[in-house]
């Protein structure tokens, strides 16, 4: 199984390039739709993960998306431009999705 990154940021890309995940940089909803698109017709692929910012300017693509799919999970991701308190809410999301502490 392989994740794949839809971001709005190159440097969270990057990131995440360098543990292995391949991901594009989109900005715009039928972008966003479009990567999907092609996400969803990997059967490799089982996990599409989305920065929130975009989740949040996207949202009506994703939550469709999110409801009419069963595979790939489509999970929403922080990265250092969501907000004030980012180290907090990545920490919250490494201990949610895999239970880990931090």
Request: charged fraction near 25%.
């Given at each position: 199984m392989k994740y794949f990154l839809i971001s709005d940021n190159v440097d969270t890309l990057a990131g995440m390039k360098l543990v292995g995940?391949?991901?594009?940089?989109?900005?715009?909803?039928?972008?966003?739709?479009?990567a999907l698109e092609n996400a969803c017709k990997d059967e490799e692929?089982?996990?599409?993960?989305?920065?929130?910012?975009l989740c949040a300017k996207c949202s009506e693509v994703v939550f469709e998306y999110k409801l009419k799919r069963k595979k790939p999970l489509i999970v929403e991701m922080p990265d250092r431009?969501?907000?004030?308190?980012?180290?907090?809410?990545?920490?919250?999301?490494?201990?949610?999705?895999?239970?880990?502490?931090?």
């Open positions: 995940v391949q991901g594009v940089i989109v900005h715009e909803p039928e972008e966003v739709r479009q692929i089982g996990l599409v993960l989305i920065t929130d910012v431009h969501s907000g004030e308190n980012v180290g907090d809410s990545i920490k919250k999301y490494i201990a949610e999705v895999v239970g880990i502490k931090i």
